[in-house]
């Protein structure tokens, strides 16, 4: 398994944007796919975003998609999510994940490690 923690959350007003960034331990990172999901108060986790090992494909939720971008380093173990047009319900804890998938959007189950996550609020 693979460590991982997130930072770059926080308090931003609806339009903006946030970066977050998802570093992980050992020497294994780029061997990883690595995924976003984001909780809701009182609601399910959900997908947010995905990229595969190589950086090569990405995958975006329709709720997302333009205005979400994630990347990965692998030579810094980082994983990003960039978050543009931030709209009052992006507001969500959001988890980095780390897991073994393939192509396509990955399940919840695909992934194996979880960080603890990061609290993203976006005031209107």
């Known amino acids: 398994q693979v460590q991982l923690v997130e930072s770059g959350g926080g308090l931003v007003q609806a339009g903006g944007s946030l970066r977050l960034s998802c570093a992980a331990s050992g020497r294994t990172f780029s061997t990883y796919g690595m995924g976003w999901f984001r909780q809701p108060p009182g609601k399910e986790r959900e997908f947010v975003a995905a990229i595969r090992r190589s950086g090569g494909s990405t995958y975006y939720a329709e709720s997302v998609k333009g205005r979400f971008t994630i990347s990965r380093d692998n030579a810094k173990n980082t994983v990003y999510l960039q978050m543009n047009s931030l709209k009052p319900e992006d507001t969500a804890v959001y988890y980095c994940?780390?897991?073994?998938?393939?192509?396509?959007?990955?399940?919840?189950?695909?992934?194996?490690?979880w960080g603890q996550g990061t609290q993203v609020t976006v005031s209107s």
């Open positions: 994940a780390a897991g073994n998938t393939g192509w396509g959007v990955p399940a919840r189950s695909d992934f194996g490690s």
